[in-house]
Structure formats: structure tokens, C-alpha cells
């Protein structure tokens, strides 16, 4: 199936996008994983709060490589408070 886009879209807001989601994701996924008593799920959801802290990385990788190569948008400078702020929650 061809699906043709409606709007534009950057790198930079795609990247915005995905800290933001991961941010929204870790919070969901510890919730879950603190209330949990399966032992397997409890294990999956680990699995995935580690995916998410890796792919954070990365993140944080790109957005250091975008400032140190003096890229100054203010969408890159976004994307870098963004990757900026900690995951971690208070449950």
C-alpha cells in the first residue's frame, strides 16, 4: 500500500518526536514494570527500559554532533534540551 505524506516534515522534528516518545514510554513502562508480579513480564518490561536508555544514547549522540558542528537552529538547540532532560520518574 503507497502512503503518500500530507505535511512536511524535518529531521530535526522527527528526532524531537522520538526523544519525546521515548521519554512518554519509559515513564509508562516503569509504572507497569513497578506494579507488575509476573516474573517474565516484569523481565520484558526491563528488557524494554533498556532499549529505551540505549536508544537515549544514541539520541544524545546525534544531538551532541549537531551543536559541536556549530548547527545553532533553534530546532537543533531543541532537539538538545530534549535529549538534555533525564528519563528517570518518580513512582
Known amino acids: 500500500m503507497n502512503k503518500s505524506l500530507t505535511q512536511s516534515d524535518s529531521l530535526m ?4 518526536r522520538e526523544i ?3 521519554r512518554q514510554r519509559y515513564a509508562n ?8 508480579r509476573d516474573k517474565l ?5 526491563s528488557n ?8 537515549r544514547v544514541q539520541l544524545i549522540t546525534i544531538s551532541n ?5 556549530n548547527q545553532s537552529s533553534i530546532s537543533a538547540m531543541l532537539f538538545y534540551e530534549l535529549c538534555s532532560r533525564p528519563l528517570e520518574i518518580k513512582i
Request: proline letters at 0%; aromatic letters at 6%; hydrophobic letters at 35%.
Open 29 to 36: 513502562v516503569c509504572i507497569s514494570h513497578s506494579i507488575s
Open 41 to 45: 513480564l516484569r523481565d520484558r518490561l
Open 65 to 69: 554532533k549537531f551543536i559541536n558542528n
Open 20 to 22: 519525546e516518545y521515548i
Open 13 to 16: 522534528g522527527s528526532l524531537c
Open 48 to 55: 524494554e527500559i533498556l532499549n529505551l536508555k540505549q536508544r
